[in-house]
C-alpha cells in the first residue's frame, strides 16, 4: 500500500470545509449579481472558485504526490491558479468604480486558461530534473506574486473599511479575514523556500479561518 505524504487527512478535513464556506461565499456573491448586475462580482466569483481549486491541487499533492512528476505537477498547477485566484480578486478592487465588462472578464479567463496551459506544457516538455528544480525556483517567486496581490488587497479593504461612517465589529471581520489571508501567503512563500510540512499544514489552517471570517461577514451584510 503507498504511503501518503504527511498531513493528508488533515487536508482532506479542510478540504470539505473549505469547500463548504467558498461555496458560501459564491452563492452570496451570485445573488449579489442578480440582484445588482455589477459586472466585477463575476471577477469575485471566479478568485473565489479559482482558490479553492488551487487547494485542491494542495490536497492532491499529499494524496497522490509520492512520485516526483505528481508531486511537483500538482504544486506547480496550485501556484499558477493560486495566482490567478488573487489577480481576479484584485480586479474587483482595481474596477470596482470603473467599467468592467463581461467581455473583459472572458478575455482575463482565456488569459489565464492559455498561460495554464503552457506552463503545464513547459512543465512535461524538459527533462524531470531540470522541470522539478525550476519548480521549485519559479514556485517561489510565483508565492510572491500572490503575496503581493494580496498586500494590495488589503490595502484596498483597509481603505474601504476607513471610508465607512458607521464601523461595527462585524465590519471588522472583512479587513480580519483578508489580513489572514495575507499572512496565509506570507507562509506560502516561507514553505516555497523551505519545504517544512508544519508550515504547510498551518499555511492552510489559516486559509480556513480566513474563508471562515470573510464568509461569516458576507453573510452578515446579505442579511443587511
Not at 512535461?124 to 510572491?144: M, N, Q, V
Amino acid at each position: 500500500m503507498v504511503e501518503l505524504l504527511p498531513y493528508a487527512d488533515l487536508f482532506s478535513v479542510l478540504q470539505i470545509l473549505i469547500v463548504f464556506l467558498v461555496g458560501a461565499i459564491l452563492f452570496f456573491t451570485l445573488k449579489a449579481y442578480r440582484i445588482t448586475s455589477y459586472s466585477f462580482l463575476i471577477a469575485f466569483f471566479i478568485g473565489f472558485a479559482l482558490l479553492e481549486i488551487s487547494f485542491t491541487f494542495v490536497l492532491l499533492n499529499r494524496l497522490f504526490g509520492q512520485t516526483g512528476i505528481l508531486y511537483h505537477g500538482t504544486l506547480w498547477v496550485h501556484e499558477i491558479i493560486q495566482v490567478g485566484a488573487f489577480a481576479f480578486i484584485a480586479s474587483t478592487y482595481y474596477f470596482r468604480n470603473k467599467n468592467l465588462t463581461i467581455r473583459s472578464i472572458a478575455a482575463m479567463a482565456v488569459v489565464f486558461v492559455v498561460v495554464l496551459f503552457l506552463a503545464f506544457y513547459f512543465y512535461l516538455s524538459f527533462p524531470s530534473e531540470i522541470a522539478f528544480e525550476w519548480r521549485g525556483i519559479i514556485g517561489s517567486y510565483l508565492y510572491a506574486i500572490s503575496l503581493g496581490v494580496s498586500v494590495y488587497l488589503l490595502y484596498n479593504v483597509f481603505m474601504a473599511f476607513t471610508r465607512t461612517p458607521e464601523k461595527s465589529y462585524s465590519a471588522l471581520l472583512i479587513p480580519a479575514g483578508f489580513s489572514t489571508l495575507a499572512v496565509t501567503q506570507v507562509l506560502w512563500v516561507y514553505w516555497g523556500i523551505t519545504d517544512i510540512g508544519t508550515v504547510l499544514a498551518l499555511t492552510n489552517s489559516l486559509l480556513l479561518v480566513s474563508l471562515a471570517l470573510l464568509t461569516i461577514a458576507v453573510a452578515i451584510i446579505w442579511r443587511r
